[in-house]
């Protein structure tokens, strides 16, 4: 079964959505509560490229994961700094897809001379944490009850990886 990472583009969009859209209707790994168009992911991935990765899996052909990076702040000082994402279609956990994402936007991230990356993890999320200290993410911040979804609150770390 032939398998690639490859840049995103905005003909990716429907099928990213469908992935993401799962886990903002099941899941606390995102604060989003509504799912997100088609068109409106075009857009991100548009605001996102050329300046930072987007990458997408391909198994067989087809989209079971993504991963992107995005800038940390706004400001100027922040330009050396990103925070990584990754996503993996349900049907296609356990795969090692999300760790084969992850290391491509690390390798793309210090091929554009990015000085470090955050990782933000709605908690309580095993595998993700795991994830992250695989790739030597050292966690650097615990929020307490910064987000509410699903009638409870939801506490948020952050690790981060020099790069």
Request: net charge negative; charged share 20%.
């Amino acid at each position: 079964m032939p398998r690639m990472i490859r840049s995103a583009t905005t003909d990716d969009a429907e099928v990213i959505c469908a992935i993401y859209n799962h886990y903002v209707m099941n899941s606390i790994v995102t604060f989003e509560e509504t799912p997100v168009s088609t068109d409106d992911m075009a857009e991100r991935i548009s605001d996102v490229l050329p300046s930072l990765p987007w990458l997408v899996f391909e198994s067989a052909g087809r989209v079971v994961g993504y991963a992107y990076a995005s800038a940390w702040k706004s400001r100027c000082a922040y330009r050396f700094a990103a925070e990584s994402t990754v996503y993996v279609a349900p049907e296609a956990t356990g795969a090692r897809i999300g760790t084969q994402l992850y290391e491509a936007i690390i390798v793309e991230l210090r091929a554009r001379s990015l000085h470090s990356v955050i990782g933000g993890v709605a908690l309580p999320n095993a595998a993700s944490v795991s994830l992250h200290e695989k790739f030597g993410f050292e966690k650097v911040a615990h929020f307490k009850q910064v987000g509410w979804k699903f009638e409870r609150w939801i506490d948020v770390g952050y690790w981060e990886l020099m790069l």
